[in-house]
């Protein structure tokens, strides 16, 4: 549980925000006052409670609240499992959502997972396919990025034959030369 987390569980506890059974979270009202120096804070109850969550650009819903003048933000998701499992969630794992919609944060639709599960589920079973990785990300990449740098150096001084180029460093010279071309590790300046 982050710091914003433990925060909005505080407001929860002192009535600013509730969460119904459908996994809405209700802005009953804001506390006014209050600060670093001291003075005190008191709660002004709303008259009809609103509707707390908010998308942001990520698609996750997020409640915005303020604690001592500091502006903090806590994703609704992960704030529905805790107050429907009366407990944080673990360190080290993700909460994922079952039908793949960020912004349904019922909380039958919530599990927790590891990053693992997570990635899994989100090929296997909603059918997603993982952005492909570029350059050293690339789990097949046999060059770092300053090899490239250098190929490409070499290439463009015509200091050494692209076939001595690839011996040199394991690869074949179809791979140096799309190196030279840009056709591969285009990324890279």
Known sequence: M?????????????????VDREGNIWRHGEMIG????????YFRPYTNPRRAERSIKTGYPTVMFSVDQVRMAAA????????????????GMEMNHKDGIKSNHHPSNLEIVTRSQNAIHCCRVLGRKPKAQRGESNAMAK???SQVLEIREMCKNKSMAQSRIAKRYGITQAAVSCIHLRLSWAHLP
Do not use: C, D, Y
């Not at 982050?2 to 509730?18: C, H, R, Y």
């Not at 209050?34 to 804070?41: A, E, L, N, R, Y």
């Not at 499992?81 to 407990?87: A, D, K, L, Q, T």
């Open 34 to 41: 209050g600060s670093h120096s001291g003075s005190p804070s």
């Open 143 to 145: 060059m770092t990025e």
């Open 76 to 91: 609704a998701h992960r704030v529905v499992w805790m107050v429907e499992n009366h407990s944080a969630i673990p360190k």
């Open 2 to 18: 982050n710091k914003a987390e433990k925060e909005f569980m505080v407001q929860i506890a002192l009535g600013v925000f509730s």
